[in-house]
């Protein structure tokens, strides 16, 4: 079993900056994968970007260059900058350990 708390969500203007932590506890040491999706309301969640165990990362082509995920033992952050009001989501966590696993989302806003 994989728990997963986000956090760093907020409301900022557009081109400006947030970072998402996502904590991870229980078996993190079977977790090879671990990603950041988003969904708006009445859409579908979609991924933004992923971390494979080996470092491996991949990006949906609306952030590349914009936004880096990156992890540091337990934790998975999604640094965001030059922020859009498309951005404008709630984004979760997930991480892959045998099965998927989804963090409660955390609200992100971006203004014009």
């Known amino acids: 079993q994989v728990q997963l708390v986000e956090s760093g969500g907020g409301l900022v203007q557009a081109g400006g900056s947030l970072r998402l932590s996502c904590a991870a506890s229980?078996?993190?040491?079977?977790?090879?994968?671990m990603a950041w999706h988003r969904q708006a309301p009445g859409k579908q969640r979609e991924l933004v970007a992923g971390l494979t165990s080996g470092g491996s990362t991949n990006y949906a082509d609306s952030v590349k260059g914009r936004f880096t995920i990156s992890r540091d033992n337990a934790k998975v952050y999604l640094q965001m900058n030059s922020l859009q009001p498309d951005d404008t989501d709630v984004y979760y966590c997930y991480a892959v350990a045998r099965r998927g696993y989804w963090g409660q989302g955390t609200q992100v806003t971006v203004s014009s």
């Open positions: 229980g078996s993190i040491f079977s977790i090879n994968i």
